[in-house]
């Protein structure tokens, strides 16, 4: 279980994307996103020239094969050719067979036969039916969208000034068997209805329900379904549209003692109308609803509820306020865990931690994502990945929509400040003094302080992960598998950073009079996230100008391959193995 949840959390290229990209077939808006997990991932790419290489030998099977055919093909036309010169010039009357001959005898084939026409044409017009159908059965909505519009059904409509009673009878079907349960509410949810005296296979099956987080006062409750979705760590949601203008939410799960559940809903209005769980045990409860009344309010039905004395006995007050909304359930450390870290893996498997304003907070009920994306699409794409995470909630606008909001009056906007550097850098220094060509060092120059950039905030994300979640003993073993794929994703990306470092500094040619450190000289007391802000100023120094400092290029690079050397040496040194298995089992 753990390895398929660490498979899970890794979010690999799956078999289908990989064939696709070997043989040409991927769609170019997935083409970008492919190459970069491709990039950043080394066991995608293992499987990647695995595949390659298989498609290389069914390739070179399949042209062998075809040179084979060819050759026998041409073989055969040889003899065809030796056969036709063998035969006589002149061949008798009654051994040709004329034309008119053959169509009197065998009746003759007409050009296009009627029947034949009309019944392609009603193939071909089938296929197209059947092929829009399918299209039309997968709906363009989520299975959040349509739980919060079905849970408008369960609250009453406590504004309503009438006083009427709602009555719902549904049907409650086992495989063994069918009962029918008439549920009543006051529509202003002020009284609450009787409770009913249930018999001993009722009261069963009342017990089996509520494991599945179903009511037996509210069987088809959305609210009791959104809750039982959300809790589960692992699931798989399927909305699929079903004759009679019906919406079906299926909602799988690999643990617990419910397989799967489904809501039907109406795609008019939402109403709930069936709901079906599927026991880990193979048992089957389904319940769907055979009549749903607003009746108004009479002595008969007000002997249904509770009078004022009982209600007074049970500490309910009359009259009963509105219900607001419950507040979600405080989680505990370990669910927090296994949230913030879900989300920082999924916002690292998207790209959205390096260069996007996207930041994670943590709190008692969850973990929430805030920020600023440049495209509605690129917003779309992250609040789609996390919204599939459980106890997280995205806050997420972009600058598209910031920009057709109207500002308000008074309200400054469009206003940009720019700072001019007045002042030769040390490089640009460095190069006119030795008689080099300074324009290629825009270029170069940002592009080494973009790497000083990734290398900071790389060193910042691993030290805050090692600090907050490595060191402590009561992360689960879920939390501890997605904490390995990020260190290990970072200390990946952070050694690559460091390397086109490296790379650039030797492209600008500096007289540099350091040499490698020996390791034993390496102070390991100094936190990575430091060492990394120090090479960032450095840079900043030699490629910006930065820093106010009249210090020679020779200098500043000297220090900066120093630094470079440590940050090395640190990053190799970073311990990404999971924690021990009996530690974990112990756990379980």
């Known amino acids: 279980m753990i390895r398929e949840l660490h498979s899970f959390l890794r979010g690999h290229l799956s078999d289908g994307e990989l064939s696709l990209l070997i043989t040409g077939g991927l769609p170019s808006r997935k083409q970008a996103r492919v190459e970069r997990h491709l990039a ?78 009309s019944g392609f044409f009603l193939a071909v017009a089938s296929i197209a039916c059947v092929f829009l159908w399918m299209q039309q059965s997968k709906p363009d909505i989520t299975s959040n969208t349509l739980l919060v519009r079905a849970e408008a059904w369960d609250t009453p409509a406590a504004h309503e000034s009438a006083p009427r009673v709602i009555r719902q009878i549904v049907k409650i079907a086992t495989r063994d068997k069918t009962l029918k349960h008439t549920i009543y509410r006051d529509v202003q949810g002020k ?118 004395e009982e209600m007074r006995a049970d500490g309910l007050t009359r009259p009963q306020p509105p219900r607001g909304p419950i507040p979600p359930p405080l989680l505990t450390e370990e669910q927090l865990d296994e949230a913030e870290l879900s989300t920082r893996l999924t916002l690292n498997r998207l790209h959205a931690d390096t260069g996007e304003q996207i930041e994670v907070a943590r709190g008692s009920h969850g ?53 001019m550097q007045t002042r030769a850098t040390p490089l640009e220094t460095y190069y006119l003094a030795h008689g080099r060509n300074v324009a290629p060092l825009g270029d170069l120059a940002q592009r080494l302080f973009n790497s000083a950039f990734a290398i900071n905030l790389e060193s910042r994300a691993i030290d805050d992960l090692q600090q907050r979640f490595s060191e402590r003993d009561g992360i689960s073993s879920v939390a501890s598998a997605t904490l390995t794929d990020l260190l290990f994703t970072h200390k990946h990306k952070l050694l690559a950073s460091i390397a086109d470092e490296e790379q650039l500094l ?83």
């Open 191 to 308: 009284r609450k209805a009787k409770e009913e005296r249930l018999t001993g296979g009722e009261d069963l099956l009342r017990r089996r329900l509520a494991e599945a987080y179903v009511s037996w006062d509210a069987p088809l409750s959305a609210t009791s379904y959104q809750d039982w979705h959300d809790g589960q760590r692992v699931r798989a949601d399927q909305i699929q549209r079903s004759p009679g203008h019906l919406l079906v939410l299926t909602t799988t799960t690999p643990n617990g003692v419910v397989a799967a559940q489904s809501l039907t809903v109406r795609d008019t209005d939402f109403h709930p109308v069936r709901r079906t769980v599927l026991f880990r045990d193979k048992e089957t409860v389904e319940i769907a609803e055979l009549d749903y009344s607003v009746l108004p309010w009479t002595p008969a039905a007000s002997s249904l509820f509770q009078s004022e």
């Open 40 to 117: 950043a991932c080394s066991a995608c790419r293992a499987r990647c020239d695995r595949f390659e290489d298989v498609f290389s030998q069914v390739k070179a099977y399949h042209i062998r094969r075809t040179m084979a055919d060819r050759l026998d093909d041409r073989a055969r036309r040889a003899r065809l050719v030796a056969q036709l010169y063998q035969m006589p010039d002149d061949v008798p009357d009654t051994e040709v067979q004329r034309p008119e001959k053959a169509r009197a005898q065998y009746g003759g084939l007409l050009p296009m036969n009627p029947i034949l026409v």
């Open 506 to 588: 030797a492209k600008a040619q500096i007289e540099v009079s350091h040499s490698k450190q020996d390791t034993s000289t390496h102070d390991a007391g100094v936190p990575l996230a430091t060492r990394a802000e120090q090479n960032l100023a450095l840079t900043r120094e030699l490629a910006l100008g930065k820093g106010g400092s009249s210090r020679s290029a020779e200098a500043i690079a000297s220090e900066l391959a120093a630094s470079m050397d440590e940050l090395n040496l640190q990053a190799h040194a970073i311990q990404v193995a999971p924690q021990d298995s009996t530690k974990l089992d112990k756990r379980k």
């Open 367 to 419: 973990v929430e994502v805030r920020g600023i994306t440049d495209t509605k699409e690129r917003k779309h794409e992250l609040e789609a990945e996390l919204h599939m995470l459980p106890h997280v909630a995205a806050s997420i606008t972009s600058i598209e929509e910031m920009k057709a909001k109207p500002s308000e009056p008074g309200e400054l906007s469009g206003v940009q400040v720019m700072e």
